[in-house]
């Protein structure tokens, strides 16, 4: 849930407008991965939605937006988006994303991956969805979880061109070239 959180914070810092859709396992996740309540989250977007509220403006295409990004992904949800059977409004924004061409990130948290995931990833690809895993970059040297988290949704907010401070660009190899 830390990436998500992070998602809000970085929007609110770049001035871009966010709108929020919590899945219920999102709020389980919530309450034992952070000490904040689900008040506190919903308080760091600028617009909430309610889980099966299909009739968002987020849920049609004619609202314009610069896409979205699911952060984290669940397999589950990643699944509902790649069939196209949408069931709530988390994954018919998504569903949506995909059919005006915008991005669409998903920083999908499940980990060891199996075949049938590797092949759901691979379908969202080719539907045009940016799959972002949340991995640490060690060449910018973090020091601490939040720097590594902080990177991971850097990286998924350069999708959109926005340019967040807390990202460490790569800026070259130091040392000694290699011949």
């Given amino acids: 849930m830390t990436y998500g959180v992070r998602v809000l914070d970085a929007l609110r810092e ?62 589950r949800t990643m699944g509902e988006i790649a069939t196209g059977v949408t069931t709530t409004l988390l994954t018919r924004a998504a569903d949506v994303a995909l059919k005006e061409r915008r991005p669409l990130v998903l920083m999908v948290r499940e980990t060891p991956f199996h075949l049938g995931h590797l092949r759901t990833m691979t379908a969202l690809a080719e539907m045009g969805a940016t799959i972002a895993p949340p991995l640490p970059a060690f060449y910018a040297r973090p020091k601490t979880i939040e720097e590594m988290v902080d990177q991971s949704v850097g990286r998924a907010l350069d999708v959109f061109g926005l340019d967040w401070a807390a990202v460490k660009r790569w800026d070259g190899l130091k040392g000694p070239a290699v011949e």
């Fill in 14 to 75: 770049l001035e871009v407008e966010s709108h929020l859709v919590v899945s219920r396992a999102a709020l389980l996740t919530l309450s034992q991965e952070t000490d904040l309540s689900a008040d506190d989250l919903t308080a760091k977007a600028d617009v909430v939605h309610k889980l099966n509220d299909v009739g968002a403006t987020i849920a049609s295409g004619s609202f314009r937006t610069m896409g979205m990004i699911i952060a984290p992904c669940s397999v």
